[in-house]
């Protein structure tokens, strides 16, 4: 009877996995949402991104000071504490007259906060174009902003693409974070759950590999084309 109760009790017991898989479906919902949450916090990064990588790479100094300022705001305070401001700061602050969803403030703070390292991917890229491209597509009459956009970042897009991707897979992991403000993703999700019912294994390792299963094949990738990239460069 005592080993019996010894093996209940483990957190590694059968018994506690087959009530993980018999609630997997509360995991799945977790899951779709963080899906979702990613893909409208790249998005939003991802112009951000763009938009302040090309203004920091412009002759500009006014341009260049405010891109430099948002980089240096978003990539040197903490994303929880973004989250915390956001959420109930705002709220505070206008008397509840802003209030924020907990998916909004997620897509929201996720992609200001990767918008600043993704400007920096992109400013980095376009600074490996040889700068006698732009000087030549400017020289023709093109715009700014065409030189960026038809000329350039294209051009750029070889070297931007790893890095670009390891930022995509840091962004999907740093929305755990929404977990701090009760979001339905996963890792919020797991704790719910584990709190309930003392299941802290197989939900944190659930949830770390549903993680694994988004972030995995993105890595993957990226190392694959880091590594084609130095083969070309070194041809």
């Known amino acids: 009877m005592f080993l019996l109760t ?7 017991a059968l018994s506690r996995w087959a009530d993980f898989f018999a609630n997997f479906g ?3 919902k977790g899951f779709l949402y963080t899906l979702g949450m990613s893909f409208c916090a790249l998005l939003l990064a991802f112009v951000l991104g763009v938009i302040f990588g090309a203004m920091s790479s412009s ?5 260049k000071a405010i891109a430099r300022v948002y980089v240096e705001v978003f990539q040197n305070t903490p994303l929880l504490v973004q989250f915390v401001f956001v959420y109930y700061g705002l709220a505070i602050m206008t008397n509840g007259l802003i209030m924020i969803s907990t998916f ?14 993704i400007a920096e991917v992109i400013r980095s890229g376009i600074e490996a174009v040889p700068k006698g491209q732009t000087e030549a597509a400017l020289s023709q009459g093109f715009t700014y902003s065409q030189t960026m956009s038809l000329i350039i970042l294209p051009q750029a897009v070889r070297t931007i693409l790893p890095p670009l991707t390891n930022q995509v897979v840091n962004l999907i992991k740093n929305t755990s974070t929404v977990a701090i403000i009760s979001g339905a ?6 704790k719910a759950w584990a709190y309930e019912t003392t299941n802290y294994v197989p939900a944190f390792a659930g949830a770390a590999l549903l993680y694994f299963i988004m972030c995995f094949p993105l890595a993957t990738w990226a190392r694959h084309k880091e590594e084609e990239n130095k083969k070309s460069y070194s041809l």
Request: charged content about 10%; some cysteine.
């Open 26 to 28: 509360e995991f799945a």
């Open 185 to 190: 993703d996963i890792m919020f999700t797991a």
């Open 59 to 63: 002759k500009s100094k006014i341009l």
């Open 6 to 12: 010894t093996a209940a009790a483990s957190p590694f």
């Open 104 to 117: 909004f403030t997620a897509v929201l703070c996720v992609g200001l906060y990767h918008g600043a390292y």
